[in-house]
């Protein structure tokens, strides 16, 4: 499997940016999907997932500001970032797996990521 992240950029505080991951799978059927974000200096962190029963996860430091989305006709993920923050300054990261194993303990979810993306930079200006 193939991702393919989109749509960073650099935005001011307060602005919006979609993040756009498109997988190279047939389908997103048994697969959950997820993004993740590593700043410089500091470790790997989840933001957000989504299961193919269409349930949904977030960090808590995004709740309310980000969601994710997929659109299963065109195998992409999206993730929708609103007012954002200079602490969102990040590489993001889309990852695809299956529900179950490991625990991401920010996500409140357990599941084994097993495909990556090369990360797509976001900037968020003071």
């Known amino acids: 499997v193939t991702l393919v992240e989109s749509g960073g950029g650099s935005v001011q505080a307060g602005g919006s940016l979609r993040l756009s991951c498109a997988s190279s799978?047939?389908?997103?059927?048994?697969?959950?999907m997820g993004w993740f974000r590593q700043a410089p200096g500091k470790a790997r962190e989840g933001v957000a997932a989504?299961?193919?029963?269409?349930?949904?996860y977030y960090a808590d430091s995004v709740k309310g500001r980000f969601t994710v989305s997929q659109d299963n006709a065109q195998n992409t993920v999206y993730l929708d970032m609103e007012s954002l923050k200079p602490e969102d300054t990040a590489m993001y990261y889309c990852?695809?797996?299956?529900?179950?194993?490991?625990?991401?303990?920010?996500?409140?979810?357990?599941?084994?990521?097993?495909?990556w993306g090369q990360g797509t930079q976001v900037t968020v200006s003071s």
């Open positions: 799978a047939n389908s997103f059927s048994g697969q959950c």
């Open positions: 990852a695809s797996g299956t529900v179950g194993g490991r625990q991401y303990r920010e996500l409140g979810l357990f599941a084994d990521f097993g495909y």
């Open positions: 989504i299961s193919s029963d269409g349930s949904t």
